[in-house]
């Protein structure tokens, strides 16, 4: 499966978790952009920018590293409109300049987050 044409597109997050994430952004979810994404036999990354960084408990937020949270799910989907539930990792830009952006393996805990994702005016309604 190739989500290359997705690279650079814009997304919209729907933070779920955690609940106070979202106390200083727009109802509307917060903006994003592709930057990569990593396909696998046995998982799905991708990796984004956050359009307008936001400060979480005293910590700028601007990158994350996320998976797909079902199993059946694939980031193709949101090519036909759907969303997509991930998990997201607060990464940095150093990470994210590195030979393996999505190298998770340092992560020990720290901001992570529950969104639904969708490509930014795109609906199932159009893609039909």
Known sequence: METNHLTNKEILLIVIEPWDFSDNISEEGLKAK???I???VEK???????????KYK????????G???WQDASFERLANGEQ???NFILTNKD??????????????GGISLI????IVGLSISETQ
């Open 34 to 36: 592709i930057l990569s």
């Open 38 to 40: 990593k396909e696998n």
């Open 44 to 54: 799905q990354n991708i990796l984004i920018k956050l359009a307008n960084p936001i």
């Open 58 to 65: 005293n910590t700028i937020c601007e990158f994350f590293v």
């Open 67 to 69: 998976s797909i949270r």
């Open 84 to 86: 997509i539930d991930c």
């Open 95 to 108: 990470k994210v300049n590195s030979s393996n952006p999505f190298d998770i393996s340092w992560w020990r």
């Open 115 to 118: 969104a639904s994702i969708s």
